[in-house]
């Protein structure tokens, strides 16, 4: 991501609600981390958010105060929003996560989600597997 898309996004957040944003190092083009973000988005976050350089990505998906969460669209957390019903933004910034995206917001991965849940799909599969092996201990 370029700095001008941070700005850009950090205008977009903060005319809102109030927010988490994790910035990971190296992810914005230029910049080694939050430290180097510019001035203006340090302004225009501290009046609404918080800007973190890690955060437990679980814990704050389970939390009941989040109503949403934009996403690089990576797997792992393309998994854990859905895992937790949290609404998603998809905002793929490599190749390969185009391909998640389209799994989310296409047809196909409608298809593919609800095909996994019902009786015999492979995510209520595993899940009754777990139940019943809970059961035995």
């Known amino acids: 991501?370029?700095?001008k898309e941070v700005v850009e996004m950090a205008?977009?957040?903060c005319n809102?609600?109030?927010?988490l944003w994790v910035v990971r190092?190296?992810?914005i083009l230029?910049?080694?981390g939050i430290e180097t973000l510019p001035n203006e988005v340090s302004t225009i976050v501290s009046e609404r958010g918080y800007i973190v350089k890690r955060a437990q990505q679980i814990?704050?998906?389970?939390h009941p105060a989040v109503g949403g969460f934009c996403s690089q669209c990576g797997w792992n957390s393309t998994l854990e929003s859905n895992v937790k019903g949290t609404p998603l933004i998809c905002r793929p910034f490599?190749?390969?996560?185009r391909a998640v995206k389209r799994l989310i917001v296409n047809k196909e991965g409608a298809e593919m989600k609800k095909a996994s849940l019902t009786s015999?799909?492979?995510s209520y599969n595993a899940l009754d597997e777990f139940v019943k092996y809970l059961k035995t201990k």
């Open 25 to 27: 190092p190296g992810s």
């Open 30 to 32: 230029g910049s080694d």
């Open 120 to 122: 015999g799909g492979s």
């Open 59 to 62: 814990e704050v998906l389970r």
């Open 94 to 97: 490599k190749a390969s996560r």
């Open 11 to 13: 205008w977009g957040m």
């Open 16 to 19: 809102n609600q109030p927010f």
């Open 1 to 3: 991501m370029e700095s």
